[in-house]
């Protein structure tokens, strides 16, 4: 999930907070994808996002005014609103290529995308934990933790290589991920929670409440 979708995805449920449940919105969502002929299944149903986001930890060695936290707080959000994702599947299964055809990503007129920018769901949509950008922020992480220009302290670089030398088996690649039956992606989701899970209680600052 990019910058953009995480911050319309919070705006979207405000938005509808008061006028609409997330029950009304998947029922709609449902009817929206079976009215283009792509019927939908809910596999899980989406909850609200924590209203509040907690601070993010001090970690020792951090000499360089806190840069690093731009963009742990953007993973920090991101995980957060995974946790509370809904899961569903649609009629094409592996077949993304026609999934794409029908999502009208390359055609001039988008037809899905309208409606579901019209009901204001487009955002919800691309939230499904089954899309492999909502998660694959583990890997950005990953990745900026070991990124000079990123400035991550050494200390907190230390501690989430070893949560995720713990893990490694729990965090699918990409190319093994896409290539996986909706089954299969839907048993890996509780292992990538298990993992952000950990991540976040590591940079979190623990409620006192």
């Known amino acids: 999930m990019t910058f953009k979708e995480n911050q319309n995805f919070n705006k979207e449920i405000t938005k509808n907070k008061e006028e609409r449940s997330i029950e009304d919105m998947e029922g709609r969502l449902m009817d929206i994808c079976a009215r283009h002929g792509n019927p939908i299944k809910f596999r899980r149903h989406g909850n609200e996002t924590p209203s509040e986001i907690p601070p993010l930890r001090d970690f020792e060695g951090d000499g360089h005014n806190g840069k690093y936290k731009n963009t742990l707080k953007f993973i920090q959000e991101g995980m957060m609103k995974f946790l509370c994702s809904p899961i569903f599947t649609d009629s094409f299964g592996k077949d993304h290529s026609s999934r794409r055809i029908w999502e009208g990503i390359e055609a001039d007129y988008k037809e899905v995308e309208n409606a579901l920018f019209a009901e204001g769901l487009y955002n919800y949509y691309n939230c499904n934990a089954l899309n492999t950008h909502c998660w694959s922020i583990i890997h950005m992480l990953k990745d900026l933790s070991h990124t000079p220009s990123a400035c991550y302290p050494v200390s907190l670089t230390l501690r989430l290589d070893k949560i995720f030398n713990q893990c490694q088996n729990n ?26 899970r950990e991540i976040l209680a590591l940079i979190s600052v623990e409620s006192k409440n």
């Open 171 to 196: 965090i699918p690649t990409k190319e093994v991920y896409d290539n996986s039956s909706d089954e299969e992606k839907i048993a890996c989701i509780p292992k990538i929670e298990s993992v952000m």
